[in-house]
């Protein structure tokens, strides 16, 4: 029987995603690594061993169903790292876009039941699971109506989740990144304080994974500023974000 530990990473083939891949390679896992990027991860199994591959589309739960199944060799996953995501922001109001809204729940929030319905199984007692969620649920900001619903909806989903496994001596850490420069920030047109590597923010989730932390926010420059300001009125935190989009 092996003894290397497994980890499987969703949205592997970029950003934040990759950066763990390769931090976990580095460690000496063996990584499951999922994204619908099928050139980068066959790549990636070119390039290392210890990379097991599998292309799907989180929202499509027939294509996780197919996926899970080439796992059957697999008898344990230790860290189940449910990593990617989408930002799409509702640039018109009144004009909402029902369809966006639904697109961004289905990609960051729905997925997740799918991939715990599939893979969850695989974890036993003493493994992990991880949820990258966002930073940007402890305070509202404009235009994010579904991407903070959407990481709002992880929140409660991770801190339920970790009671009911508890039993099951399975962890649950939920991850309040800040602003990591990605492919996915790189398209924001907003000033993004205290940006990170996605190597840093990479190495504050390894860290704080492998000390079986429950909960991890970073950088605590913006994510405590962030704590302390949504204990103001919501009328003077909507003052001070409506001063600073002006
Ligand atoms: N960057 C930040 O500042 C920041 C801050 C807070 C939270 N986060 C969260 O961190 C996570 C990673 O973000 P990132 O910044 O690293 O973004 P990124 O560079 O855009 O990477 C997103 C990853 O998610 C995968 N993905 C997206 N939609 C998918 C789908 N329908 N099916 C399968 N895979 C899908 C992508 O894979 P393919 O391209 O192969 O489909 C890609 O690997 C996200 O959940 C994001 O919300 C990021």
Known sequence: MSTQNTVLITGATSGIGEALLQ??????YRVIAC???????????????NVIALAFDITDSEQIHQAASK???????????????????IDDVKAFDGQLFADVIATNLQS???????????VGAGGQVVFVSSSATLLP????????????GIDYLANSLRIDLAAQ???????????IKTPLTDKNDFPMPFLLSSQQASS??????????SYLHFPKRLTLLMKLLALLPDAVWQKLILKSEK
Request: aromatic share 12%; glycine share 8%.
């Open 23 to 28: 931090q976990y390679l580095a460690n000496g």
């Open 35 to 49: 994204g619908r990027n099928k050139e980068k991860l066959t790549q990636y199994e070119q390039d290392n061993s």
């Open 71 to 89: 796992l059957a060799e697999i008898e344990r996953i230790d860290i189940l790292l449910l990593n990617a995501g989408d930002c799409r922001y």
């Open 112 to 122: 997740l039941g799918y991939l715990l319905q599939y893979f969850l199984p695989k």
């Open 141 to 152: 900001f404009p235009r994010a109506e579904a991407y903070g619903a959407s990481k709002a």
């Open 169 to 179: 001596n399975i962890a649950v850490t939920l991850v309040h990144p800040g602003f």
């Open 204 to 213: 504050r989730i390894y860290n704080g994974v492998k000390a079986k932390k």
